[in-house]
């Protein structure tokens, strides 16, 4: 069974930085993936970021492309986001998972951790 726990979250300053981490376990790197996605109070759920847990190429949605950034260390079992130049409205729970697809309508969670709160504000 896959368990997924965040961390690194808090409150930044818009145009700050921030870098969260997720602790994998009982993951099956090989030809499997992680993600991550946000949820604020009140929205939908928003998919952000995915990576291979084969190759390690990632994909990102178009609206955090040159903010955030994936990436894993697989011999550590961690995956993270790095989120740059971030902003009030990136303010909400961040979780990561394994994802079973991703990409437009193809996101499709399968588990996910705790989440992690971040709150951008001055």
């Known amino acids: 069974?896959?368990?997924?726990?965040?961390?690194?979250?808090?409150?930044?300053?818009?145009?700050?930085?921030?870098?969260?981490?997720?602790?994998?376990?009982?993951?099956?790197?090989?030809?499997?993936?992680?993600?991550w996605f946000r949820q604020a109070p009140g929205k939908e759920r928003e998919y952000l970021v995915a990576i291979s847990g084969t190759d390690g190429r990632s994909y990102v949605e178009d609206f955090v492309k040159g903010r955030f950034i994936i990436s894993s260390d697989r011999a550590k079992e961690m995956v993270y986001l790095q989120m740059n130049n971030v902003k009030v409205e990136d303010t909400a729970v961040y979780y990561c998972g394994q994802v079973t697809g991703y990409g437009g309508t193809s996101w499709t969670f399968c588990s996910w951790g705790p989440g992690t709160q971040v709150t951008v504000s001055s």
Do not use: I
């Not at 145009?15 to 994998?24: F, H, N, Y």
């Open 1 to 35: 069974q896959v368990q997924l726990v965040e961390s690194g979250g808090g409150l930044v300053q818009p145009g700050g930085s921030l870098r969260l981490s997720c602790a994998v376990s009982g993951f099956t790197w090989e030809y499997n993936a992680l993600g």
